[in-house]
């Protein structure tokens, strides 16, 4: 049986009176890239923040590679790359000089520090940076050089707490192949307030809400269970209310201002092209179509209420 790289056990965070995180059950594989989804206050730094060895949890267990992380913390924090929600650069340092420092502080023997400090540059994309000093970089620039201090040890698993927070469009996207590329060696996890980040970088979503998990799947499986239920159509000349709800599919007609009508379907998948034929044959005029996806908020609204 394949095991996990990690495994979290009944984990549950208290900060003074409040619990931040309940009972959470988490296994992550080997390779690919996992998504901690949740919207702010869900919980991903308190999870991210314990499964790295940086808070010692109120109750439960965290094993990395079946590494106890509370009894072996040394052994077990040999094997995580870690980049927390603000990096920690030491902005007068060059990027050269960081580094080093970074690859002293995970114990890579001497010999071998010059090679994996260029290899860590190499993928992040910042070997032309190598003398720069940090404060003189861009954001997405620093961003990369925080992944690299992540990854200079070879760690199994590599753990990114919101790494494309505060980068522009361009950035994002270059930071979001980096994460592709880790994950194809390795396992990174990364959180994110943003649904469509994790679905473009994942494989595999874990959402946590108000510090519980309420989904855990492929990101297949989340699009299909986020899938469309609801179009809005422009019809210059709709028909009655009673023919568009007699149409197989439909389960929910209202007529809003301005000729718009919001359409709930069930799940058959082609109704958009079949109210598109239909508005030419019967010259219902149709001027607009739009499916309408569930706001996060909704998503999570029916995702807590499914796990009650
Ligand atoms: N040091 C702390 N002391 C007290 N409460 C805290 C502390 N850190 C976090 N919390 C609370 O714990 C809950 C979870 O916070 P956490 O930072 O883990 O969420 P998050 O999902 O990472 O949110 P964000 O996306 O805003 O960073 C929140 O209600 C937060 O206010």
Not at 169 to 184: A, D, F, H, Y
Not at 271 to 287: D, H, N, T, Y
Request: aromatic letters at 6%; charged letters at 25%; one cysteine or more.
């Amino acid at each position: 049986m394949e095991t996990s790289i990690v495994k979290i056990e009944n984990l549950s965070h208290r900060y003074s009176r409040a619990w931040a995180i309940k009972d959470i059950n988490l296994d992550i594989k080997h390779k690919g890239v996992t998504g901690l989804l949740g919207s702010n206050g869900a919980g991903k730094s308190t999870t991210m923040n314990i499964l790295c060895g940086v808070l010692n949890q109120t109750e439960g267990t965290v094993l990395i590679d079946n590494i106890d992380l509370r009894q072996n913390p040394i052994e077990a924090k040999k094997l995580i790359g870690f980049l927390p929600q603000n990096a920690p650069l030491y902005l007068d340092l060059t990027v050269d000089e960081y580094l080093t420092h970074c690859a002293h502080l995970r114990l890579i023997p001497r010999p071998q520090i010059k090679a994996a400090i260029e290899e860590a540059k190499e993928r992040c994309g910042v070997a032309h940076f190598s003398k720069r000093i940090l404060k003189n970089l861009s954001g997405g620039y620093k961003q990369r050089v925080g992944i690299a201090q992540a990854i200079i040890h070879k760690p199994k698993l590599v753990v990114l707490d919101e790494p494309t927070n505060g980068l522009d469009p361009n950035q994002i996207t270059e930071v979001r192949m980096l994460i592709k590329e880790i994950g194809q060696e390795r396992s990174v996890i990364f959180s994110s307030h943003i649904l469509s980040e994790v679905q473009a970088t994942c494989d595999t979503i874990k959402m946590i809400e108000q510090g519980n998990v309420v989904f855990s799947g492929t990101v297949y499986d989340f699009n299909n269970y986020i899938a469309p239920n609801s179009m809005l159509l422009h019809l210059s000349n709709p028909p009655s209310k009673e023919t568009l709800k007699a149409i197989p599919g439909i389960t929910e007609v209202a007529f809003l201002e301005n000729e718009r009508i919001r359409l709930h379907f069930d799940t058959a998948p082609d109704i958009a092209e079949s109210m598109v034929e239909m508005s030419v044959q019967k010259g219902w005029k149709l001027r607009e179509i739009q499916l309408e996806r569930s706001s996060l908020e909704e998503i999570f609204a029916k995702l807590s209420n499914k796990n009650k």
